[in-house]
């Protein structure tokens, strides 16, 4: 959810400003409402499509096999989906979090997790997304989606997430 407010309070920034510009000193005060009226709409309707696709975006993960940090290639569709999205928008940039399961030393979890976003950060620049536009960030076992001591959460939390933000 915090996330989601940065994001939302960057594109209401965002959204300000392109208001603003389309207020110039040379309108006429009856054009100025008619101008902020029409930007404000159109900006909170691009607002809350954009939020809504991030949202989509960032509930996707690249899931990987124990103690391995090889892209599989039934992701390279949710890669491709993520590629196409931030070469769309310049001004985002994605965080990859690289994730593990509890198994293992924290040291060797995060190298581990480093391993895995790096992967898919060569994979989407292969896409054509600018490594400028890429962030890595190694979690370890520290942010597991599900807990307990078993396959099924295990292969929940070997993952890579996307988080967006716009600049």
């Known amino acids: 959810m915090k996330k989601m407010a940065v994001v939302l309070a960057s594109l209401v920034v965002v959204a300000c400003a392109s208001t603003l510009k389309a207020n110039s000193p040379q309108a006429s005060q009856s054009n100025n409402n008619s101008i902020n009226t029409a930007s404000a709409s159109a900006a909170g309707m691009d607002l809350s499509r954009l939020t809504a696709d991030i949202q989509k975006l960032e509930k996707q993960s690249d899931f990987f096999d124990y103690n ?58 292969k896409m054509g997304v600018p490594t400028t536009q890429i962030r890595i960030v190694s979690l370890g076992k520290e942010k597991p989606r599900l807990i307990c001591h078993q396959e099924k959460c295990w292969k929940e939390n070997r993952r890579v997430d996307f988080i967006h933000q716009l600049n």
């Open 68 to 125: 391995k940090f090889t892209v599989k290639p039934e992701y390279q569709t949710i890669l491709q989906t993520e590629a196409n999205f931030i070469k769309g928008h310049k001004q985002d940039v994605v965080t990859l979090e690289g994730n593990a399961d509890e198994r293992g030393s924290d040291q060797y979890n995060l190298d581990l997790g480093n391993k895995r976003a790096t992967a898919v950060e060569e994979s989407l620049a």
